[in-house]
């Protein structure tokens, strides 16, 4: 009996995870052909090679099932025929894609050879992502493996799909003449890993290298002859023709006379200086420039010819003038159609061709008479197509070669993301060029698709573990789990978490976890409705639910509750607080109350003397440190009353009697009035009653009766004179202080004092004057009141045009309160319809399947 079949490859659904409580026997997701395929190169490389990078992608592609079309975006299936392009980008199309895409492809181009007047033997068609070009015997007729040894490959679950599964055995790059090891692949083959002896660029150094990598620099000076023969290559050992030698030196001209500094590569120059040599006939110059060897024979020796070349002369010596022969020089001109009519001449003909002839333009339609150097060009515009079939050539005068379209195609691309960037053309446009990369979320593990399918793809399936550290404080013993998109799995141990209370939260671990990978997202999928836990991914732990004993707010002994031990409310057992005062002798009467809160405050006033002795009591409450010195401020008059001094009762109590005095006296004159005269004591301020009042020596002027004869007396002098007449200075008033000490003389008898008759009659007089005034100032105000009513009379156009404006303003005020009630109309019914789509659009957000 045969044995039975291998089983085909299982596959996990994306429901299984590695952190599941019980152990599981590991089991592949799929089969990994990268292991098989590259054990031959990596047993002789012995390290995998940077062009295995774009194989291992199309596996990647392959084995995800993400391999798709270019032409058509639809996923390339294990069993459908391919075709890849084998020569630039390797990318894999379906063969009926393919074959109507060149088949298309090459009519256009036979078309536009056509249009042309070209042969058909030429047209291509291209690479739809690389733009390679193919001839049109190369388009693709039947389906072969990747390798193109196997026809119509046979699909196995075993081997990769579109493969033989045999060695590649394809010629490598660069023909070293060894073959691919690789079993049949997608993609280029890697670089040569056999190992060979080497040179490196210079030639110098021999070594073992792998036959991909043997161009090589040994890092030394390269030494190769330059082209001067003379000098050495001073560069690295590098790849390529050495550069030019840069050696200075002095250096002649061609000619010699001439010696300059150059560079060796620069050595052979020509100077500006004629050569000037004397030719070989001994009577004309080398007219050449500077040049090495000899100048070589007299040119006007030997046959000469006339300037038109007809006429030929032998035997002419050389310094002899050819003559002209007089003929038409009959020379071509440039149009290379009609020659020259002048006479046989010296130097070149005429430039430009003036015959007129008949021409036609380009396009044929325009034929006119002009001279021969000119050429005909019309205005009419060429109304042909282009190759694109869309846009008119619109070129002046077109000779039928239309040239290609400059526009750009910009039609929108079959991926929807891009636009055409070709030039306008004709059939579809080339699939879009970009590739899309999806990878896992650690990016190790990712494929290529073409732009456009991204949307119908999954992620691929990575077997490495996800190198993303949890955030919970379990992730020292977190079990660990494969790559994956979206947010870790949430952790399943209990929280422990320590409360700042001294216990352990007992719910399941709701530490955070890291947000979803940002650069790929899936289709959305309906997920199921879970219960709602006390507990969510990122919360804070609930408070604490342990039963605790709590005391009061006083902190007194048998007054404890059982309570949560999150619950921070405080009570009071009602008794009294009890603790002792800050004065230090009495008791808090409170309710118990919080201990941060300050005791009530005795209200008793302090009773204690104080030191030193003071009349005044202490200002604080009741307290058991020392009382604070006096500080209350006392008011001192000084000993002259004229000036309020202000102490600090510490101050003033501790002075003695004599610094008392001294203290108080304000250091000015006593303000004090003597006793016996008006003045006012001139000691400075002093205790006690005023020194020698009777001696004041102050002037007085003293002055008769009648006050007319005046004189200057001393004051104590005054005072004896009041004294001698039998008066009392001190009854004196002021103002009549020295007035009548005098006698009258003869000029004050000429002064007679008026009659108190008359002084009557004069007064009487003054009533009558001002009744006048009155009177004439009333009859003033009159005539002017009667003036202003005069000035108000207007006339009758300006009562109108009084009128006029006083309209004009009513209507505009009318005008003013209708619009702003239409306005303001207008403006509630835009806000109700506003605040009506609100309210739908939150209902609808409310309500989405409403």
């Avoid at 040179?199 to 190769?224: I, L, M, P, Q």
């Avoid at 190198?467 to 379990?474: D, F, K, N």
């Amino acid at each position: 009996m045969p044995p039975p079949p291998p089983p085909p490859p299982s596959h996990h659904s994306d429901t299984d995870s590695s952190d599941s409580d019980s152990p599981k026997p590991h089991h592949h997701h799929h089969t990994d052909f990268s292991t098989t395929i590259f054990h031959s190169y990596i047993q002789l490389s012995n390290h995998q090679s940077p062009d295995l990078t774009k194989i291992q992608s199309f596996l990647t592609s392959s084995r995800s099932g993400a391999l798709s079309c270019l032409i058509c975006l639809e996923r390339i299936r294990p069993t459908d025929p391919t075709w890849s392009c084998s020569v630039r980008c390797f990318a894999v199309f379906h063969l009926v894609c393919i074959q109507s895409w060149a088949r298309q492809s090459s009519d256009l181009s036979s078309l536009r050879a056509a249009t042309r007047g070209a042969s058909d033997q030429h047209s291509v068609w291209n690479c739809p992502k690389c733009r390679i070009e193919f001839p049109k015997t190369l388009i693709p007729k039947n389906y072969y493996c990747f390798c193109g040894k196997v026809e119509n490959p046979v699909h196995d679950p075993w081997v990769l799909p579109h493969s033989c599964g045999e060695i590649c055995d394809r010629d490598l790059k660069y023909n070293c003449g060894h073959k691919c090891l690789l079993l049949c692949h997608p993609g280029p083959c890697p670089s040569c890993p056999k190992l060979v002896k080497a040179r490196c660029f210079c030639g110098e150094v021999v070594d073992t290298k792998r036959c991909g990598f043997k161009e090589f620099s040994c890092g030394k000076t390269c030494s190769r002859l330059l082209d001067c023969k003379v000098h050495c290559c001073g560069e690295i050992c590098h790849d390529g023709e050495c550069p030019p030698c840069k050696a200075r030196g002095v250096y002649r001209c061609l000619c010699g006379k001439l010696e300059l500094e150059r560079e060796c590569f620069e050595r052979e120059f020509r100077c500006e200086v004629p050569c000037e040599k004397l030719l070989g006939c001994g009577k004309h110059y080398c007219g050449k420039g500077c040049h090495e060897g000899g100048c070589g024979d007299c040119p006007l020796q030997g046959k000469r010819t006339c300037p038109c070349g007809k006429r030929v002369y032998e035997g002419m010596a050389c310094d002899v003038v050819v003559p002209s022969c007089g003929g038409t020089c009959d020379k071509k001109l440039q149009c290379g159609v009609h020659r020259c009519p002048e006479r046989c001449h010296r130097g070149p003909c005429v430039e430009t061709c003036r015959i007129v002839v008949t021409k036609g333009c380009k396009c044929g339609s325009l034929r006119k008479q002009v001279p021969c150097y000119q050429d005909v060009v019309c205005e009419r515009k060429c109304q042909r197509v282009r190759d694109c079939g869309r846009h008119a050539c619109k070129k002046k005068c077109c000779d039928g070669d239309c040239p290609p379209c400059s526009e750009i195609c910009d039609k929108k691309l079959r991926c929807k993301n891009h636009k055409c960037p070709s030039p306008c053309h004709r059939g579809a446009c080339a699939p879009c060029p970009v590739m899309v990369t999806i990878s896992c979320f650690c990016g190790e593990t990712h494929f290529e698709v073409p732009c456009g399918t991204e949307k119908e793809q999954k992620p691929p399936k990575c077997s490495k573990r996800c190198h993303i550290t949890p955030l919970c404080r379990h992730k020292s013993i977190t079990k660990p789990h494969k790559c994956h998109y979206g947010a870790c799995p949430p952790c399943r141990l209990v929280c422990d978490e320590e409360y700042p209370c001294g216990h352990q939260c007992k719910l399941r671990c709701h530490g955070p976890i890291p947000p979803p990978n940002p650069e790929f997202t899936l289709r959305p999928k309906k997920k199921k409705q879970h219960l709602h836990n006390d507990s969510h991914p990122g919360s804070n732990c609930p408070p604490c639910p342990e039963l605790v004993w709590r005391s009061c707010v006083g902190e007194h002994i048998g007054a404890e509750k059982m309570m949560v031990c999150s619950n921070k409310a405080r009570f009071s057992c009602d008794n009294y607080c009890g603790n002792l005062l800050a004065c230090g002798n009495h008791f808090c009467t409170k309710t118990c109350h919080d201990l941060k809160i300050q005791c009530e405050e005795c209200n008793l006033l302090c009773q204690r003397e104080r030191k030193p002795l003071c009349p005044h009591p202490c200002p604080l409450p009741c307290h058991h440190e020392d009382c604070p010195p006096c500080k209350t401020l006392i008011k001192r008059l000084c000993h002259c009353g004229a000036m309020v001094h202000v102490f600090e009762c510490l101050y003033y109590n501790t002075l003695s009697e004599k610094e008392q005095i001294a203290a108080r006296s304000c250091g000015g004159p006593c303000h004090r009035k003597l006793p016996n005269c008006t003045h006012l004591c001139p000691e400075i301020c002093h205790v006690g009653q005023c020194p020698s009042p009777e001696k004041c020596s102050k002037k007085v002027i003293v002055k008769c009766k009648c006050q007319t004869v005046k004189k200057d007396w001393p004051c104590h002098q005054v005072q004896a004179a009041y004294h001698n007449t039998g008066r009392d200075p001190k009854d004196i008033t002021k103002s009549q202080f020295g007035i009548g000490l005098l006698d009258c003389n003869f000029d004050c008898k000429s002064k007679v004092k008026p009659d108190e008759s008359d002084l009557h009659l004069r007064k009487s007089v003054v009533p009558e004057k001002k009744e006048a005034d009155v009177e004439n100032h009333v009859r003033k105000r009159k005539k002017r009141k009667d003036r202003v009513q005069h000035d108000h009379q207007v006339s009758t156009f300006q009562k109108m045009m009084g009128i006029l404006r006083k309209l004009m303003l009513f209507a505009i005020i009318l005008v003013s309160l209708i619009a702003m009630a239409y306005f303001g109309y207008k403006g509630l019914l835009w806000v109700n319809d506003w605040m009506n789509q609100m309210e739908t659009q939150r209902q609808r957000k409310r309500y989405p399947r409403i």
